[in-house]
């Protein structure tokens, strides 16, 4: 049973940063996996996604250069760092796991983790 827990998500201030953090299990590392978020009344939005290998990273262009994705494979995990949050990111931020590397469609979904931008 393929499971994706997130963490990491709170309340910060406006010009502040957080880090998402999601653990997979029951499922090979050979996934690629992505972050997604849905804010009230919005439909669920593609934010980040990278690789199996590492080697490959796709950001939505409202979050380039302030968002990064990593994973580290060993620990079944992904990482989303968020600098520079603004209000308008406030949502939650789902971790995905597919067998192929996409901004959509994803096979399996965490429960998501709140994230509030607000002073």
């Known amino acids: 049973q393929v499971q994706l827990v997130e963490s990491g998500g709170g309340l910060v201030q406006p010009g502040g940063s957080l880090r998402l953090s999601c653990v997979a299990s029951g499922l090979t590392f050979s996934y690629a996996m992505g972050w997604f978020r849905q804010a009230p009344g919005k439909e669920r939005e593609f934010v980040a996604a990278?690789?199996?290998?590492?080697?490959?990273?796709y950001y939505a262009d409202s979050v380039k250069g302030r968002f990064t994705i990593s994973r580290d494979n060993a620990k079944n995990m992904v990482h989303l760092q968020m600098n520079s949050l603004k209000p308008e990111v406030t949502a939650l931020y789902y971790c995905?796991?597919?067998?192929?590397?996409?901004?959509?469609?994803?096979?399996?979904w965490g429960q998501g983790t709140q994230v509030t931008v607000s002073s």
């Open positions: 995905a796991a597919d067998t192929k590397l996409a901004t959509s469609s994803y096979d399996y």
């Open positions: 990278i690789s199996s290998s590492d080697d490959t990273t």
